[in-house]
């Protein structure tokens, strides 16, 4: 290696040494002859500076600029002005299209009374639940209490099942929590176990919804008898105590005559 090396150092010196300027090695220096003498020239064929030449030595004159630059600077200025009133334009449009939501002073929600789709099918419900084998029946009851809730059109949240957001639509209203809970149990147990269900199963899945039933009827009974007090009242015409007509005043039927 060390051989190699040697070598290629002796190449390149070589190839230095072609390429380099010759060098004279037999010539004598030039230091050893005079100067040649230096011509003279007359004075009067020497060009006389002028006082416009030294007084704009060391002075920069700048060009004008070119045109097309010029030209082109305007146009760029010219786009950017007109995207810039296009993007204004296209905000300015968006802005007014948008839909505003007007917001009461006083937001409420309230429960809206028992829809009449919960009672409506009360009847098949318990028919549903009284046919067939007792798994395929109480699948069939809850998922027709299900299509009666959804019925409602409450809002549903979307990480709700649809069997959650029925025991929540219910669940908000007077009625027997723990009946329903039971019922919504017997339909998980029916519908993903693997165990045989018995008439027991059914006999109490028909006691929760008949419970159910029941609590919904004295729901809509009761919000019914307050619409209709709150229309009707006790009635414009109907005569209080003692009040001309009313039973047992002076000028009621059978008390004209008076007292005898």
Do not use: K
Request: with cysteine.
């Amino acid at each position: 290696m060390l051989a190699v090396g040697c070598g290629i150092v002796v190449m390149a010196a070589l190839v230095v040494a072609a390429v380099a300027r010759p060098v004279a090695l037999l010539a004598r220096p030039d230091a050893a002859l005079p100067p040649p003498p230096a011509p003279t020239v007359p004075q009067s064929l020497l060009p006389t500076p002028t006082a416009r030449s030294t007084a704009g030595e060391g002075q920069f004159t700048p060009s004008d600029p070119s045109p097309f630059l010029v030209a082109l600077v305007q146009i760029v200025l010219v786009l950017t002005a007109v995207i810039v009133l296009a993007v204004l334009i296209r905000i300015l449009i968006s802005l007014w299209r948008r839909p505003r939501i007007t917001l009461h002073e006083d937001p409420s929600f309230q429960i809206p009374d028992v829809p009449v789709e919960l009672l409506r099918t009360a009847e098949q419900r318990v028919t549903l639940l009284r046919t067939g084998a007792p798994r395929n029946a109480i699948v069939a009851a809850w998922l027709d209490l299900e299509t009666s809730v959804a019925a409602i059109g409450l809002p549903r949240d979307p990480a709700e099942t649809s069997t959650e957001f029925t025991g929540r639509v219910i669940g908000t209203l007077e009625v027997d929590r723990l009946r329903l809970g039971d019922l919504a149990a017997l339909y998980r147990e029916a519908r993903f176990s693997v165990h045989e269900l018995g008439e027991s199963h059914r006999e109490r899945a028909l006691l929760d919804l008949e419970t159910l039933h029941a609590d919904l009827t004295l729901i809509a009974e009761g919000a019914r008898m307050a619409r209709a007090a709150s229309d009707g009242g006790a009635g414009p015409h109907a005569p209080g105590p003692g009040a001309p007509g009313a039973p047992g005043s002076p000028g009621a039927p059978g008390n004209r005559g008076g007292a005898t």
